[in-house]
């Protein structure tokens, strides 16, 4: 019998009680029950039992990539810098990325995924539509320079991550590419167990035209989802609209009237103010400097008044690399007041390269307050289609539980936290025009290759596999996760029928092809199954008194439902279980 099977001789050093600074329960769990450990911030080391659990996990993603065309590469985690330039992410990522320099002062990178080096490759090997489509993918090591590495293997800087690129000679065939790998990653999570929604998000440094996340459901999630349970509506909190009520407006003055608002400097104070105005009759007025093709670019945003900027969506709708709240001095150069005194009546004769960008629940109301650019001072009676040049109308507020769900008429938004699984996007030819990667089509034209770029993180299924599937003992594996099938739990080893019982039924459940543990230990029954409920494992079959009348126990780590099988019949009820 193979030694590292047993118990006594495996390396599995669980822990009795939670680790001080581990906050999540796949943290606390994954630490306690002997998976993983921690080598820094954001680094951790794989024992024995996350080794085998994550080698599952990849296996599962291997066969469903082959099983729509994907062929397997592995290529370099260290890239020269020149490659990241060519692309235009040199400059577009800041701080997350690792950059270094080698003996001879060229400057490196430690890859975040992997599309310069693919698209380097497609670029030097592919001349012809008649190449096309390729579907290319790896498992390997990516580096993140993350600024608040937390909640075990959540957030990471180094972790194992399932990228896909898909090539193809026009848009039509990137759309098919598109739907064959959502499919694959439906798969590929329903298999590893895990409870998801698709969901529309924003593509960020990554680009592109389309853009899902897979998102699976937990408190301990980093990001807000919405979505609507009547017609399954789902977006990211960055990408998501909704249908809100009309305000109707009273008719206003011909022209906007000043008024004096001494100490008034937020929404909140102009409400109680005396002529003041209700927070949804309110022009909020906000000034931004945005990173667009490198150079800063100052943006007055406006919004309702009881509405909230989300900020990813104003980057993402100006096609900003970044966005940044403009510093008072800046402020008060551009329109002469101060925060809390602002508007958009007048800026841009105060500031000709102001762009003015407003949400569109906005869009033809009138009879509205806002600030004068003067301290202390409002404007009422303001017609946004009259008063207010607005150069370009977007998304931009942030949408909130209960409000209607913008795809149905009856359905309301729920908001709750989810954790990123997987995301694929249409990168289209970002990516191969920076970089020149042509292919000749059937009717001799050169055009650039048509990319899409999809992800999956090894450590994001284990670490959801656990929030989703555990109790107050320990982690509920599914099967096609769980370390081992089984483990058979001799109660007192001293004793050689029970002893030889167990070693028997081991080789036998092995022989059936289950994976096996045999926990040989000289500890207590009860230790040992706490231990065996802690990591996991599916089925626990205890070999104890009722040995000698040809019975054990069989138990059921899911149900906690305990069994009397005679053992001739234990390897039978194991190997028919499904998963």
Same mark, same amino acid.
């Given at each position: ?193 895990? &409870?998801? #929604?698709?969901?529309? %998000?924003? $593509?960020?440094?990554?680009? @592109? ?7 699976? +459901? ?114 008060? &150069?551009? #329109?002469?007041?101060? %925060?809390? $005194?602002?508007?958009?009546? @007048? ?7 102001? +762009? ?224």
């Amino acid at each position: 019998m193979p030694r590292l099977m047993r118990w006594s001789r495996y390396f599995i050093p669980t822990l009795r009680e939670d680790p001080a600074d581990a906050e999540v329960v796949s943290h606390k769990l994954l630490l306690r029950a002997g998976v993983v450990r921690q080598l820094s911030a954001g680094i951790y080391s794989y024992l024995p039992l996350g080794q085998r659990i994550a080698l599952k996990v990849m296996q599962i993603l291997r066969e469903e990539m082959n099983a729509i065309g994907g062929q397997e590469f592995y290529l370099p985690a260290l890239h020269p810098a020149e490659l990241w330039q060519e692309s235009g992410r040199w400059y577009a990522i800041g701080d997350d990325m690792f950059r270094l320099k080698d003996r001879k002062g060229t400057d490196m990178v430690l890859g975040m995924t992997h599309e310069e080096v693919f698209t380097t490759i497609a670029r030097n090997e592919i001349r012809s539509y008649k190449q096309l489509p390729q579907v290319w993918y790896q498992i390997q090591i990516k580096f993140r320079d993350e600024a608040r590495p937390k909640s075990g293997l959540m957030r990471l800087r180094t972790f194992i991550m399932k990228d896909a690129y898909t090539f193809d000679v026009d848009r039509a065939g990137l759309d098919k590419s598109f739907i064959d790998q959502r499919e694959a990653y439906k798969k590929i999570f329903s298999r590893c167990g895990i &409870q998801f #929604l698709i969901v529309e %998000a924003s $593509s960020g440094a990554m680009g @592109g035209s389309e853009s899902n996340e897979f998102i699976a +459901r937990t408190p301990a999630g980093e990001d807000l989802i919405v979505s609507c349970e009547s017609c399954g509506y789902a977006a990211n909190l960055e990408k998501a609209t909704a249908r809100i009520a009309d305000i109707k407006d009273e008719p206003g003055p011909n022209a906007p009237e000043e008024f004096p608002t001494p100490g008034v400097r937020t929404i909140e104070d102009l409400t109680t103010f005396p002529g003041g105005a209700e927070a949804s009759r309110q022009i909020k007025s906000l000034v931004f400097y945005a990173t667009i093709d490198s150079e800063q670019r100052p943006v007055l945003v406006l919004l309702r008044g009881d509405h909230q900027l989300h900020e990813i969506k104003l980057a993402d709708s100006l096609r900003a690399t970044a966005v940044r709240p403009a510093h008072p001095e800046e402020i008060r &150069q551009l #329109l002469g007041a101060s %925060a809390g $005194s602002l508007g958009g009546v @007048g800026a841009k004769a105060r500031s000709r390269d102001l +762009r003015i960008i407003a949400d569109a629940a906005l869009k033809n109301r009138r009879n509205m307050t806002t600030g004068a650019n003067k301290d202390d001072h409002h404007l009422r009676g303001v017609d946004i289609a009259r008063d207010i040049p607005v150069d370009e109308w977007f998304e931009l507020r942030t949408v909130e539980s209960g409000e209607g769900c913008p795809r149905c008429e009856t359905g309301t938004l729920d908001v709750f936290k989810g954790m990123e699984i997987g995301h694929i996007f249409k990168l289209g030819t970002k990516y191969s025009e920076s970089m020149g990667a042509t292919v000749l089509t059937q009717d001799g034209t050169q055009v650039p290759i048509v990319m899409g770029s999809y992800g999956i993180g090894v450590e994001r299924i284990i670490s959801a596999a656990v929030e989703q599937q555990h109790d107050e003992d320990g982690i509920i594996w599914p099967r096609s996760l769980a370390p081992f099938d089984v483990v058979v739990t001799i109660t007192n080893m001293k004793q050689d029928e029970l002893r030889q019982a167990g070693e028997k039924l081991y080789e036998n459940l092995q022989g059936a092809g289950l994976e096996v543990l045999l926990d040989d230990r000289d500890e207590r029954a009860g230790v040992k199954f706490k231990d065996a409920d802690l990591i996991g494992i599916p089925y626990r079959v205890t070999i104890g008194k009722k040995v000698s009348e040809g019975v054990v126990e069989l138990f059921d780590r899911r149900t906690k439902q305990t069994v009397d099988v005679k053992i001739a019949e234990v390897v039978q009820r194991l190997t028919s279980v499904q998963q």
